[in-house]
């Protein structure tokens, strides 16, 4: 791809080559479509999913020399010039993802003198070594040895009996961390070792004596009670009666796994529980051939790409799958073209969703216990555990944009509206899931643990349930009073699920317009004006996601395909004149920055998982948001009712 100026041309030039880019896009899209309805892009992470899959399978014996070599070669495409591997494409080093990858790099054979480990394991050493990585890192480690377990932050599986009103009992926890931390409460209490065949004493240098970083009154609490822990620890062994009850616990624990593994044998479809879980099931016994073991296994290969490369065959794994998610961003952009509600290709697509609908119980009820099932979707294939409300929200958005002749997602209004939390705005997967505790343990050092509300998924609610004809509702209402408080001084909205304030602010103002508030109206006008100010010279807007980390960064970073729609999406919803200017300029970049097969690159990453920690470059979102971006502008459209 490459970007020049700007085209030049008036406001007829600028609709003609906007119908150009429409056509192409839609025509590649469509093209995208599978036989079943659905739509599904790369979800690509960075390359510790595939370096912990190398060392699961070391653990549990079953790595094979095809799956190594192929793995491998993922992992030497993505190491920089200097030896270190990062979290994102252009982001700095990340000295986790570095070991986790130089150590499944010596399982496939490099040796530790070759030019590239050499300059991986110098940086490693004058970065702090494995004694500065994060705690899971160390776990992985630990479970060959190269880690002591004694120095490992302490969870014990008994936390599976603390209820639900007690501090820091499992549901105090994301469900994603959740459904990591009761498997790794099993696995941290039985402490395996199994010997890899290669040692890691390139790796280590003598642990730095500073304290922890933002050291408080809270740390000192925590690490108090991490080090009862440890005491405790070392008594169960020799108490019957605690080792009676640790003994329970971890059954328990193991119940409430297998509970919740769902019928492709993932778990939560994400890797982090899938792997844990499988780890922790095959220590309590569970063998190779056990159903719940197998599935889990063979589950694994569906979230496996494999591609010819001149070196032989790569091999990566997907942290998770969208489909859910990318066929209803699709479906709602060939709607905003102008796709008719009866295209055959809108009505597969919501047959195929409507199938998708969760009619089963989930975690989600400890919180809304009087709130029934029904009404909700995932992001996955297969997660009938976790239906989210950032999923539910858009499903309701496509659904009403095609002829169905049944009442499609009747009852998602009201899980919705049941799912607000008491703040009024949404969180992801939980209502009301905002302690403060669990962040606080020593063991988080990564990624989110708690799943509070946030703009983005209180703003697609909003959108959805306004669509629905329920603008004068309470919940809506209270919805757009949280959008309000939370905006920022400079007008903008953080993005927790994509990078970053650009994502925050293209997904509130929108909503904001469809629940009713005026254009013309102070927190609209300065949003506006945020946007229109972060346009970069050439047309395009683009955000580093540094901008998490640096606010520097905020609005700030190389144009991309996802991020200008997402800014055209918010102007085109509540412009006037006077922004039209920088409306058309982000149209012409889009027109311009288009492949000549009807997408557009974008190496970038643009999704976020853990906000600071983990990033995500979903392939469809370089083409699905700037076909609902040129299609509102064509049509005349600010939103998606």
């Keep these: 791809m490459t970007v020049t100026q700007p085209l030049a041309g008036g406001q007829a030039d600028t609709t003609q080559t906007a119908q150009r880019a429409l056509d192409q896009a839609v025509n590649h899209l469509l093209g995208l479509q599978h036989d079943q309805g ?59 993802t570095t070991v986790e990858a130089y150590v499944a790099l010596r399982l496939a054979g490099d040796a530790p003198d070759a030019a590239h480990m050499t300059r991986a394991a110098d940086w490693i050493r004058a970065s702090g070594g494995i004694s500065a990585t994060r705690v899971f890192t160390r776990i992985w480690l630990a479970l060959f040895g190269e880690w002591p377990w004694d120095e490992l932050p302490v969870m014990p599986p008994e936390m599976i009996y603390l209820p639900a009103w007690f501090p820091l009992n499992v549901y105090d926890w994301a469900c994603w961390a959740r459904q990591t931390i009761v498997p790794l409460t099993i696995v941290c209490s039985l402490r395996p070792v199994r010997a890899l065949p290669i040692d890691l004493n390139e790796l280590q240098v003598p642990a730095a004596s500073t304290g922890p970083a933002g050291f408080d009154g809270w740390s000192a609490v925590f690490g108090g009670l991490d080090r009862v822990l440890h005491r405790y620890e070392k008594r169960v062994g020799g108490l019957a009666p605690a080792r009676a009850v640790r003994t329970a616990a971890m059954r328990r624990c193991a119940e409430w796994i297998i509970a919740r593994q769902e019928r492709d044998g993932c778990w939560g479809g994400i890797q982090p529980p899938w792997v844990y879980s499988l780890i922790a099931l095959h220590l309590l016994g569970y063998g190779l051939d056990h159903p719940v073991i197998a599935r889990g296994l063979a589950g694994l290969d569906r979230f496996t790409i494999w591609e010819e490369s001149p070196d032989g065959p790569v091999r990566r794994l997907e942290a998770c799958q969208s489909p859910v998610w990318d066929t209803v961003l699709a479906m709602i952009g ?74 499609a997602g009747g009852g998602s209004e009201d899980w919705l509206t049941g799912m607000q939390s008491r703040d009024g705005g949404w969180g992801a997967f939980d209502a009301d899931n905002t302690s403060r505790f669990p962040a606080r343990l020593p063991f988080c050092d990564f990624g989110e643990v708690t799943d509070p509300p946030s703009a983005d998924v209180t703003a697609h609610t909003v959108e959805a349930l306004a669509a629905e004809g329920l603008s004068a509702s309470k919940a809506v209402r209270r919805g757009v009073a949280w959008l309000l408080r939370a905006q920022e001084s ?12 650009v994502y925050g602010t293209g997904a509130v103002v929108p909503a904001l317009i469809a629940a009713g508030v005026r254009p013309g109206k102070p927190p609209i006008r300065r949003a506006l004006a945020w946007l229109v100010s972060h346009q970069n010279p050439d ?20 144009s991309t395909a996802s991020q200008t729609a997402w800014a055209l999406l918010a102007l085109l919803a509540a412009a006037g004149p006077e922004e039209q200017d920088s409306i058309d300029r982000g149209v ?54």
């Design 334 to 407: 060939l709607a905003d073209a102008g796709l008719p509600a009866d295209h055959p290709a809108l009505r597969s697509a919501a047959g195929w969703v409507l199938d998708e609908e969760i009619h089963g119980p989930g975690d989600w009820q400890v919180r809304r216990p009087g709130l029934g099932p029904g009404g909700g979707w995932a992001f996955e294939f297969d997660n009938d555990g976790y239906p989210d409300v950032d999923d539910t929200a858009e499903v309701v958005l496509a659904l009403r944009r095609v002829t169905w002749p049944t009442s």
């Design 588 to 641: 012409r970049w889009l027109a311009q920055a288009q492949r000549s097969d009807g997408t557009w690159d974008e190496p970038q990453f643009t999704g976020t998982g853990f906000p600071g920690d983990f990033y995500i470059n979903y392939h469809l979102y370089r083409l699905v948001f700037p076909v609902s971006a040129l299609g509102r502008y064509l049509n005349g459209k600010g939103g998606a009712g």
């Design 490 to 501: 400079d007008g903008s909205w953080f993005g927790r699920w994509g990078a970053n304030y």
């Design 38 to 96: 659905w739509w599904q892009g790369e979800l690509e992470t960075n390359v510790t999913m595939d370096a912990e899959d190398l060392l699961l399978r070391e653990f549990l014996r079953v790595r094979t020399p095809d799956q190594t070599a192929a793995a491998a070669r993922w992992i030497r495409s993505c190491q920089r010039e200097d030896g270190t591997w990062a979290n994102f494409r252009g982001g700095h080093a990340d000295l986790s």
């Design 539 to 558: 047309g395009g807007w683009g955000e580093d996601l540094r901008s998490y980390d640096d606010p520097g960064w905020a609005g700030r970073g190389e």
